[in-house]
């Protein structure tokens, strides 16, 4: 199965350059994809298969996953059964702003 190209001008809010939402399994068509941003998930409910890079992954409710911009990757039900997790889907632009204001914070709190 070909992989399909997953834009960060489509899948990302543009003036933020991240994007957050709440997917349940049987709701969301799932397909191999890749992307030019990155992913951070959390599994909140149920079990499900990710893979990653032809490498396949079981995961569990409390589960924390981040995916590089370029990984190939797919989530797929175990047997059927219903999986819901959080999607945190951020530009690298995202992190240096994220890293910056961080550093503001800690000077002001610190002086």
Not at 24 to 33: A, G, K, Y
Not at 42 to 60: A, I, M, P, Q
Not at 80 to 93: K, M, P, R, S, T
Request: include cysteine; glycine fraction near 4%.
């Amino acid at each position: 199965m070909e992989a399909a190209f997953y834009s960060r001008d489509i899948y990302t809010d543009l003036p933020t350059q991240c994007q957050y939402r709440y997917v349940r399994s049987d709701t969301e068509p799932f397909r191999l994809h890749y992307h030019d941003y990155y992913e951070i998930f959390l599994v909140t409910k149920g079990r499900c298969s990710h893979t990653v890079n032809d490498t396949e992954y079981f995961l569990e409710e409390g589960q924390l996953v981040f995916i590089r911009d370029r990984d190939a990757h797919l989530y797929r039900s175990i047997n059927g059964e219903y999986f819901e997790f959080i999607n945190l889907a951020f530009c690298f632009i995202w992190l240096i702003r994220m890293g910056q204001s961080m550093m503001t914070i800690l000077i002001r709190t610190l002086c």
